[in-house]
């Protein structure tokens, strides 16, 4: 479907341009690390928009980490915890295995803002229309974690943006009140590297460089 998160991010930059009608200065992208970012660069070149980081973890199930049963996000001192309790119930997580994933994700989530940033503030969120970027939206936990740490920064709108997601995805998004766009919705869906050629590891480095080159002057 995608040959890479370049090609799928420039095909998303396209598309949001045309849906969103943004004027200068009226947007920010953020893209979720780490392959998020990558597709965000080209979605903020699109937009003619700064580009920034929102780095919201998934907390994974009991031996398998892959699985998600719940996403953080921090906002200053304020932790946002969402979880599927569904899965909870189902995989009789135990109450330590939450709290042990959540401190865990909790100091990936400072290492890594220290890490993209390299000292600089956050970008300002307030007011605007933020845009917050995936390769690929799963059960989206981690994208409604991101978008809720957004929404506490006063925003205008917060917009949920992917190349690919499950078919029911939007809806659900719409249940809880939020927004998304997404370019392909294939059925079955089962994992989002299936619908890209390339879907290579990125690692910290790379995020580092797409973030230097749309740093303002």
């Excluded at 994700?105 to 995936?134: C, Q, S, T």
């Excluded at 078919?167 to 059925?187: I, K, M, N």
Aim: with cysteine.
């Amino acid at each position: 479907m995608f040959r890479d998160r370049e090609e799928a991010g420039r095909r998303l930059g396209e598309y949001l341009k045309r849906r969103l009608e943004v004027r200068e200065g009226d947007a920010l992208v953020l893209g979720i690390p780490r392959g998020g970012v990558v597709v965000a660069e080209p979605v903020a070149e699109a937009l003619g928009c700064v580009l920034d980081v929102i780095v919201p973890r998934k907390i994974g199930a009991p031996g398998n980490a892959e699985l998600a049963i719940g996403a953080l996000a921090l906002v200053g001192d304020e932790e946002i915890a969402l979880f599927d309790k569904q899965a909870l119930s189902w995989l009789g997580v135990p109450e330590e295995h939450v709290q042990r994933e959540v401190a865990r994700e909790r100091r990936e989530i400072a290492r890594r803002e220290e890490a993209y940033r390299e000292g600089r503030p956050p970008a300002a969120m307030a007011g605007k229309r933020v845009v917050i970027v995936d390769d690929g939206i799963a059960t989206g936990l981690t994208a409604r974690a991101g978008a809720a740490a957004a929404q506490r920064a006063q925003v205008k709108e917060v917009i949920v943006a992917a190349p690919v997601a499950p078919p029911d995805a939007a809806r659900e998004f719409e249940r809880l009140g939020l927004r998304l766009e997404v370019l392909e919705t294939p059925s079955p869906f089962m994992a989002v590297g299936r619908f890209y050629e390339d879907f290579r590891t990125v690692e910290d480095d790379e995020v580092r460089a797409v973030l230097a080159r749309r740093r303002p002057a």
